[in-house]
């Protein structure tokens, strides 16, 4: 499969506003098959890959880890993404298979405050430079992600910020387009930076719209954030790739007490397991878990 998501890090010419624009069409598709979600689960999920894409946007390392993971009190259950500082993203949703909740398609978009309810998101970083890894729990107050995510931004970290997510799936479960677009005012910010980055979106009715446009990403901050007058200061490849292997799966399952193993054994007499990340498929041998 082609892949061409990307994020993009802009810095405006005061240096007080970050923004980061993200291509995810490809690692979305990609999540959506590893794990078989139907219409509604991707709809979820795949704006949530997003908007932990944009987050991870400042990680300073190709180590470094970002975790968001939603608990939450409705039918989705819970969302965990990772996303590292090389961009590579996993993660997965606690129900694949979510049933369509009346009067929950708006304006023609999946509203996921039916299915994710109220809950808790928890953030983690962490960096491979010795730093403590930080870890913060917001309340997850509207249900939709973007809101939720520059809710998090407010009170965790006392910033500013303006989010969208556009993401477009076809009646046929294909994601035509997924992306997002996150602006955030430094700490140190005028009160006419934060302006500008709230008044900047009031151009963009729909992001999904510009996405489905096929306008180049450069163009897209070119056209609709002029006023900021950002600089593309980096670039860098985005994909769904897993750190999983057999040695891994392996190691994991030889830590298992004789109650639990039970479960992975089938009727053939193998032993099968399954990443919860990536959604990959092992099955050994009983020899091969003895060495
Ligand atoms: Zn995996």
């Not at 890959?49 to 390392?61: H, R, S």
């Not at 046929?172 to 992306?179: C, V």
């Not at 007058?229 to 298992?256: A, M, P, R, V, W």
Request: aromatic share 6%.
């Amino acid at each position: 499969m082609d892949n061409n998501d990307i994020l993009i890090t802009t810095l405006s010419e005061n240096k007080k506003i970050y923004g980061y624009l993200a291509i995810t069409k490809n690692t979305a598709e990609q999540a959506q098959k590893n794990h078989n979600m139907n219409i509604i689960s991707s709809a979820i999920f795949c704006r949530a890959l997003t908007a932990t894409v944009l987050l991870g946007g400042n990680l300073k390392n190709s180590k470094d880890i970002l975790t968001l993971r939603w608990n939450c009190t409705g039918p989705v259950k819970s969302i965990l993404i990772e996303t590292t500082g090389e961009g590579n993203v996993k993660g997965y949703i606690g129900n694949n298979n979510l049933q369509l909740i009346e009067d929950s398609i708006f304006d023609n978009t999946i509203k996921a405050e039916p299915y994710i309810g109220f809950g808790e998101l928890n953030v983690t970083r962490n960096s491979i430079d010795g730093k403590q890894p930080y870890s913060s729990v917001t309340v997850i107050e509207t249900g939709e992600i973007a809101e939720d995510i520059s809710l998090y931004l407010e009170q965790s970290l006392q910033i500013q910020s303006a989010i969208k997510i556009g993401l477009s799936i076809n009646k046929d479960n294909q994601i035509e387009a997924s992306g997002g677009l996150l602006l955030i005012a430094m700490p140190d910010a005028t009160e006419e930076d934060v302006k500008k980055i709230h008044s900047s979106f009031e151009n963009i009715h729909s992001f999904t719209e510009i996405l489905n446009s096929n306008i180049e990403e450069t163009e897209i901050i070119k056209k609709f954030l002029s006023d900021l007058k950002l600089e593309i200061i980096s670039t860098k490849n985005i994909q769904f790739k897993c750190t999983c292997d057999e040695n891994k799966i392996k190691g994991f399952l030889k830590t298992l007490k004789k109650e639990e193993f039970t479960e992975y054994i089938t009727e053939e007499g193998k032993i099968d397991a399954e990443c919860q990340y990536c959604g990959r498929k092992y099955s050994f041998s009983p020899q091969d878990l003895e060495n």
